[in-house]
């Protein structure tokens, strides 16, 4: 099925580091989600982004929804040991398509104490 | 506000059996979503299911099926299993039909033997 493209696929940083993940799609997207996936666990929800160019700030994670809507980025500042696991960016295309949510690959992140 | 629950957690079936899989979403949200995710093909879309209809449902061979109550809740079943149907099931929720925000359950890990 079709995925967006993310990227890195994974980092490992020193803890107090910033990280930047992004997502690109070939198509629009009306909706980007992002979330972050502990190991036996669903995906949690971090950021939602609506509007394009919307940025968008939850704690130490900020978000943005790319002006063309292909694409979106995740920085992630300060980063600390339980940042470790696996980020995931999802978009919508809303309308006969609804509430389905495509996925990128993740990037798994691993920190360093 | 109790997140959405998912049961089993864990299920070991045999080649050929039909599971069941259930779903309780977030109180007050109406739409579920299913996901299924594997190491190769990472996250992909189900079924979307909303006032008791599916209104989308994802490339997954008939064999995928799925039901929602009156009062919101869902179950899938796969019957005939595969090898290759082992994989962990996810079911989100969102508020309302179409783009919105999903909520994901702990998911239930299937392995098919």
């Known amino acids: 099925g079709q995925q967006l493209n993310q990227s890195p696929q994974s980092m490992f940083i020193q803890e107090g580091e910033d990280v930047s993940m992004n997502c690109t799609s070939s198509?629009?997207?009306?909706?980007w989600l992002w979330y972050k996936q502990d190991p036996g666990e669903g995906p949690v929800l971090l950021i939602a982004l609506y509007k394009a160019g919307e940025l968008t700030s939850n704690g130490r994670l900020t978000a943005q929804f790319g002006i063309t809507r292909k694409d979106s980025f995740l920085n992630i500042s300060a980063s600390i040991p339980s940042d470790v696991g696996i980020y995931f960016c999802a978009g919508q295309k809303g309308g006969n398509q609804g509430g389905k949510l495509i996925f990128g690959q993740g990037t798994e992140l691993s920190v360093k104490p | 506000k109790a997140g959405v629950t998912q049961t089993p957690r864990y299920l070991i079936k045999t080649r050929g059996q039909q599971v069941t899989l259930s779903c309780s979403p977030i109180?007050?949200?109406?739409?579920v979503s299913w996901y299924q995710q594997t190491p190769g093909q990472g996250l992909q879309f189900l079924f979307e299911y909303f006032s008791e209809t599916q209104r989308n449902k994802g490339n997954f061979p008939g064999r995928f099926s799925g039901r929602q109550f009156s009062n919101s809740r869902s179950e899938m079943n796969v019957s005939t299993l595969e090898l290759g149907d082992s994989a962990l099931y996810l079911c989100?929720?969102?508020?309302?039909?179409?783009?919105?925000?999903?909520?994901f359950g702990p998911g239930t890990r299937l392995t098919v033997t």
């Open positions: 109180s007050g949200h109406r739409s």
């Open positions: 989100a929720s969102t508020r309302d039909r179409g783009i919105g925000e999903q909520y």
């Open positions: 198509s629009i997207f009306n909706t």
